[in-house]
């Protein structure tokens, strides 16, 4: 591995985006790599099993391509392969994405916190205990969320659609919520339709922040932080181009997309 190789930035479809955003804003110099598989999305839908095994299809190919780092920016492939790929590849730098509740409790002690999430991440035995002990010192709803993924990749997370399904997620809590964690890196494309619907004085986060100054720990620590002027490629296994151009949108990047 070389200072100058890509950070490999791999999520279900274009969420990851959202990480990918802070990665660049924190680490202008690296080389990232962006890898959305949008022909397999929703990973929220599937089961435990085949979420893990298309993660590691997935880290295989672009480990193949040199990349010196991996950031799983997908809170549904962390939660069920995260534990996997760190055994597979001891020895390479792997990053995951885990909800922010740790985070929404220190800032809104005692308070209520809302955690939308996809089916696979709720399910999993990590987060579950994260929720125990953070419901020692506040109350935390799980709010289920379908439907978002599908919009978000579908480049409709600003659309009168998405708001229509965030009043009927949210609705019901208007006025009870202090927090709510975004558990999916396709959510924050969807922060303008949530506020319509819960008001602008819930705080909205996510751990798009976290996972990039982790990364940016883990490189220092390995001494392989770049120098060089930035580069970024986004590809998508879905045979759609407009999905890369959407990736690109939601960066809202003036970079020409490379084939």
Known sequence: MNREDYIAVFDSGVGGVSVLKELMKLMPRE????????????????????VRALTICAAEKLFSLGCKAL??????ATAAAIDSLRRRWPE?????????????CDRHPGGTIGLMATNVTLREQKLAELIRRCRQDCEIL??????????????????????????QELGP????????????????????AIRQVIGAEVEL???????????????????LCANGYGE???????????????????LNDSVTAQS
């Open 173 to 192: 809590y208007q006025g009870a919520l202090d927090a709510i964690v975004l558990g999916c890196t396709h959510y924050p494309f969807m922060k303008q």
């Open 31 to 50: 080389r990232f790599y962006y890898f959305g598989d949008s022909i397999n999305a929703p990973y929220g839908l599937k089961s435990t099993e085949e």
């Open 92 to 104: 390479r730098i792997i990053v995951g994405i885990e909800p922010a509740i740790k985070l929404a």
């Open 205 to 223: 986060l996510d751990g798009s922040c976290g996972t990039a100054r982790e990364t940016l720990r883990r490189l220092k620590d390995a001494d």
């Open 71 to 76: 950031v799983v920016a997908c809170n549904t």
């Open 232 to 250: 970024l490629i986004i590809e998508n296994s879905s045979p759609d181009s407009s999905m890369v151009q959407l990736a690109y949108n939601l």
């Open 142 to 167: 799980i709010l289920p969320s379908p439907g978002v993924v599908e919009l978000v990749e579908a480049g409709k997370s600003d659309s009168a659609e998405a708001v229509a399904l965030m009043q």
